[in-house]
């Protein structure tokens, strides 16, 4: 069984960076694509941004030009580089494995939280 885990949330200023890692329990390669959505309070999850097993990115609109993910096949691991970090991304952080329309498959960790302060 697929398991996830994420870390490397924490309380950041407005303009600052954080990155995110997410450990999966099995080679990522063969997991073909995972990915990070997020959960703003009060507001429904969404898509955040996502990777192949060929390195091939794609990225909500909101976090373009900011936010990177990147893997590492050798360490089953993803990460999420996040700059220029604004209050409106606060939310709780999640990675997934990323199926069919970047619709997130049932493989859900704790989550790591993000904090931007203005």
């Known amino acids: 069984q697929l398991q996830l885990v994420e870390s490397g949330g924490g309380l950041v200023q407005a303009g600052g960076s954080l990155r995110l890692t997410c450990v999966a329990s099995?080679?990522?390669?063969?997991?073909?694509?995972l990915g990070w959505y997020r959960q703003a309070p009060g507001k429904q999850r969404e898509f955040v941004a996502a990777?192949?097993?060929?390195?091939?990115?794609t990225y909500a609109d909101s976090v373009k030009g900011r936010f990177t993910i990147s893997g590492d096949n050798a360490k089953n691991t993803v990460y999420l580089q996040m700059n220029s970090l604004q209050p409106e991304d606060t939310a709780v952080y999640y990675c997934?494995?990323?199926?069919?329309?970047?619709?997130?498959?049932?493989?859900w960790g704790q989550g790591s939280q993000v904090t931007v302060s203005s």
């Open positions: 997934n494995k990323v199926g069919v329309g970047l619709v997130p498959h049932n493989y």
């Open positions: 099995r080679s990522i390669f063969d997991i073909k694509a």
């Open positions: 990777i192949t097993s060929g390195g091939t990115t």
